[in-house]
C-alpha cells in the first residue's frame, strides 16, 4: 500500500506594511522564542490569520478597523 501525502500547494506573494506591523512581528517571534518556539515571519502572519478565522464577525469587523488603510502599489 503506498500512502503518499499529497503536496500542499503553495502560493508565493509579496506585501507592503508599515514599519509597526513589522515591529509587532519581531516582537511576536520574540515572545516565541521566550516559550521555546521559534516562528518566522510567514508563520506569526499564518498563526494571525488561523486566529482571524476563529473570530466572530464582530470581532473581525472591529479588529479590521483598526488597520491602517495603506495605497496599493509601490513607492
Known sequence: MNDKVKKQ?????????????????????????KHGSIGNK????RAG??????MSDEDLVEIFSRVEKLKPGRK
Open 9 to 33: 500547494t503553495m502560493i508565493r506573494d509579496s506585501f507592503t506594511c508599515p514599519i509597526k506591523d513589522y515591529e509587532i512581528i519581531d516582537k511576536t517571534r520574540l515572545r516565541l522564542a
Open 42 to 45: 510567514a508563520e506569526v502572519i
Open 49 to 54: 490569520l488561523i486566529a482571524l478565522d476563529g
